[in-house]
């Protein structure tokens, strides 16, 4: 069997005419059947699947408390004797906000495991993916976090998935956030409820203003 010169450092084996035989290395052909068990992906790549892994992990923590949060919010509305003679308008929204805040937190708190499987699945598809891409190096800045994950190894509908995630948990505190409110305003007096609605909201505004010029 013929030698590798690059191997043994002398020049490769001759046949009984003079002939000389050549080895040449051979990777198997890349396709979607192979997978490459050694990729690692970059590190820029990772730690932001670990970054959103633990957010996703703990939003499905929180919206589940808030989920049962409602739940006993809403229990505690229907034995209220003080809010029967109330406006029934009132006590209606309050009842729309307490089953919202139920709903749409036990919603978050399923896409978010659906999420989580889809963070898990991003560096097994890039390492079966025959066109995969440079892990060390530059590579062009990418206009976010999202579309960087989908050029690593994200499935395609990752970005739908990631923002019905962000929807339903926006939804779910609004209505959670509703629901305190209105029956703060059912139960306390017109100065209070204002006063801490009015503090609760500046409070809210703020913090989302400053994540935004922290983007910038």
């Keep these: 069997m013929p030698h590798r010169s690059s191997l043994y450092g002398h020049s490769?084996?001759?046949?009984?005419?003079?002939?000389?035989?050549?080895?040449?290395?051979?990777e198997p052909p890349q396709d979607n059947n192979m997978l490459l068990i050694s990729y690692n992906s970059p590190n820029v790549v990772r730690s932001q699947i670990n970054a959103w892994t633990n957010v996703v992990s703990r939003t499905a923590i929180v919206?589940?408390?808030f989920a049962i949060n409602a739940s006993i919010v809403l229990g505690i509305v229907r034995s209220d004797d003080a809010l029967k003679g109330r406006d029934g308008k009132a006590v209606t929204l309050l009842t729309i906000a307490s089953y919202g805040a139920i709903l749409f937190n036990?919603?978050?708190?399923?896409?978010?495991?659906?999420?989580m499987d889809c963070l898990g699945d991003i560096e097994f598809n890039e390492a079966r993916n025959p066109q995969r891409r440079a892990t060390e190096g530059r590579v062009a800045r990418t206009s976010g976090v999202l579309q960087l994950l989908t050029t690593y190894g994200a499935r395609k509908h990752f970005i739908w998935i990631f923002c019905q995630?962000?929807?339903?948990?926006?939804?779910?505190?609004f209505f959670m956030l509703s629901q305190i409110v209105v029956y703060m305003w059912l139960r306390e007096g017109i100065v209070l409820s204002i006063s801490l609605t009015?503090?609760?909201?500046?409070?809210?505004?703020?913090?989302?203003l400053t994540r935004l010029y922290d983007n910038e």
């Design 106 to 115: 036990s919603i978050t708190t399923l896409a978010s495991l659906v999420l």
């Design 63 to 65: 919206t589940a408390f």
């Design 165 to 173: 995630w962000v929807a339903y948990f926006v939804i779910g505190l």
């Design 198 to 208: 009015a503090m609760a909201g500046a409070t809210i505004i703020v913090l989302f």
């Design 12 to 26: 490769p084996p001759t046949s009984s005419d003079g002939r000389r035989f050549v080895s040449i290395d051979i």
